[in-house]
């Protein structure tokens, strides 16, 4: 009888799950789906696809997009593998505040970035002007496709280090010294050894920035000027200032999807041609960087770290600056903090309390799924895995629109509320805690369960006394990093939000599409320190001096 009753307690614990996911993931991307393919008369049509493809003014967006989403990929490869290699092959000094830096770099919001390039290089830019007044040299133009490649590519090259560098990690010494004893050292080595061993983590990291750089419309909206993008034009359909076209967006986003579908299934098919197994006896011995090589490997490093982290640095400075409405005023002081926060001041609260909310929710729900999917592996609970990661190549601005298409009329009234953007932070948000609890929960023997049990201990108890705690660094280290996404949410956000439940990262947003460029770099400033206090805690709690991926 009690194992009749436990097997009815995790049913019940999938089931919920299933239809939960059901309700607020599967049934608004039908939602979507449905609304594709309505004409202007109320039929089905699928005049909003044709309207897409057989006009040059929307199908350039998708040419655009597909422009600047494979340079950025392709840049940031360039950029972030070499980069790698130097970190973890080499000593390199500051080690971990180049880490840091890193990290601090990827997890800001594009669009702070873009601003803040603006401030730097834009028409009335600083360096701008020091060229133009100082040097008779005019720069050229940050606006427009150059503009968006530049932010996105330093955005974006840290995932592909920390990618790189986790699978750098598992490549055995043993390797090294073989092909320095065949003769095959240097830049044939990074091409012929190392090239080749990280290939399926560098086409996973390729994926992660293609899908990022494709989903983006914070950057392109405010730097891409003429330079139409296809999530700006999603954007632009539902929630246009010169009109909207539901149906005509809903369209739009299905041919995101399917865009974003089939480049992940083309990444999975190429990462199953070169994948294999590693395990690392004898980690890699850094070697000491010395003479004209030495040069260049802190050359590079520093002078990439350095262009990637100016933006913040402006950003922390300009924040203390004098304002005055949309001006700046010579001398320094504490008055864009007051301002922004007497402006926006509920937005600090709402970000704790919508992203908290999202990330308790976020942590029991990957315990609970990622104990059925490695412990209790059935077809419902593997369709459950499978639509916990549909998020990851669905366009946060997608999401948003399917969640206020299925939730604005009744039976379920979500829309304007904190529980939509509770929903859609915990469905974007999700698949980070998941992967990272499987991955620890597979490396705890079944044999300490059964010991638990055999001792006594019910099956759910020792869920909950035994597991659970087992996999804390696991969970918490993926809460923590899925903390640092949400308080930097906008692709969403900024669908769902009103006035009630402005978070940091649309206030930031807020303020600069107002022009109050102080303000929003006081917030964006506070927002920096909840980032950096974040990864403190992650690297204090996983007792790493490193993060990788």
């Known amino acids: 009888m009690a194992r009749k009753k436990l097997f009815d307690a995790w049913a019940i614990v999938y089931l919920a799950i299933f239809a939960a996911y059901l309700l607020f993931l599967i049934y608004p991307m039908y939602t979507i789906l449905q609304n594709s393919v309505i004409g202007e008369n109320g039929t089905l049509s699928l005049e ?3 309207k897409f493809f057989s006009q040059k003014y929307y199908s350039q967006t998708l040419i655009h997009s597909f422009s600047v989403t494979l340079c950025t990929t392709v840049l940031s490869l360039v950029i972030g593998v070499p980069l790698a290699y130097f970190y973890n092959l080499y000593e390199i000094k500051g080690r971990s505040l180049i880490q840091v830096l890193i990290i601090l770099c990827s997890m800001s919001a594009p669009f702070i970035g873009a601003y803040a390039w603006i401030q730097l290089l834009g028409r009335s830019g600083i360096v701008t002007k020091f060229f133009q007044s100082r040097l008779g040299i005019t720069i050229p133009n940050i606006y427009g496709f150059n503009g968006i490649l530049l932010v996105l590519t330093l955005q974006l090259y840290p995932l592909v ?6 699978a750098l990690k598992n490549i055995d010494n ?30 996973a990291a390729a994926l992660l920035v293609f899908m990022r750089a494709f989903a983006d419309f914070g950057t392109p909206l405010l730097i891409g000027e003429g330079y139409r993008v296809f999530p700006v034009e999603i954007y632009t359909q539902f929630l246009g200032e010169t009109g909207t076209n ?12 399917v865009i974003t579908a089939f480049i992940f299934l083309v990444q999975k098919i190429l990462s199953n041609r070169f994948a294999f197994t590693m ?34 640095v402006y ?56 104990y059925l999917v490695v412990r209790r592996s059935n077809v419902i609970t593997q369709a459950i895995d499978t639509m916990s990661m549909l998020p990851y190549i669905i366009p946060g601005s997608v999401v948003g ?109 807020t303020f600069v599409t107002r022009g109050n460029y102080g303000y929003a770099a006081a917030l964006a400033t506070v927002l920096t320190a909840l980032t950096v206090i974040s990864l403190l805690i992650f690297m204090k709690v996983s007792k790493s001096k490193e993060i990788t991926f």
């Open 48 to 50: 909003w696809f044709a």
């Open 161 to 166: 280090f920390l990618y790189v560098s986790g």
């Open 174 to 203: 043993s390797l090294l010294e073989a092909s320095d004893n065949l003769g095959c050292t240097g830049i044939r080595r990074f091409f012929k050894v190392i090239i080749p061993l990280c290939m399926p983590t560098i086409l």
């Open 246 to 257: 539901y149906n005509f967006a809903a369209a739009i986003s299905v041919i995101a999807i």
């Open 279 to 312: 395990n690392a006896l004898n980690p890699i011995e850094r070697k000491k960087a010395k003479g004209i090589k030495g040069f260049f490997m802190y050359f590079y490093t520093y002078v990439i770290i350095g262009l990637a982290f100016l933006p913040q």
């Open 315 to 370: 950003i922390v400075y300009q924040s203390f600056q004098n304002t005055s409405g949309k001006l700046f005023r010579p001398g320094y002081s504490f008055d864009s903090y007051k301002t922004a926060l007497k402006r926006m001041g509920d937005s600090i609260p709402n970000t704790f309390i919508i992203g908290g909310i999202a990330l308790v929710a976020v942590v029991f729900l990957a315990i609970l799924i990622s």
């Open 401 to 509: 629109i399917a969640l206020v298409m299925a939730f604005n009329k009744k039976p379920i009234i979500l829309t304007g509320t904190i529980g939509i953007m509770v929903i859609a932070l915990c469905i974007r948000r999700l698949p980070y805690t998941i992967r990272s609890s499987v991955a620890t929960l597979q490396q705890i023997p079944l044999t300490t369960e059964e010991a638990a049990i055999s001792l006594g201990a019910s099956k759910m108890k020792t869920f909950f006394k035994i597991t659970v705690p087992m996999m804390s660094n696991g969970i918490i280290s993926g809460a923590i990093l899925s903390w640092v996404t949400i308080i930097t949410e906008l692709s969403t956000a900024i669908i769902l939000y009103n006035s009630k439940t402005v978070t940091l990262t649309l206030a930031v947003y």
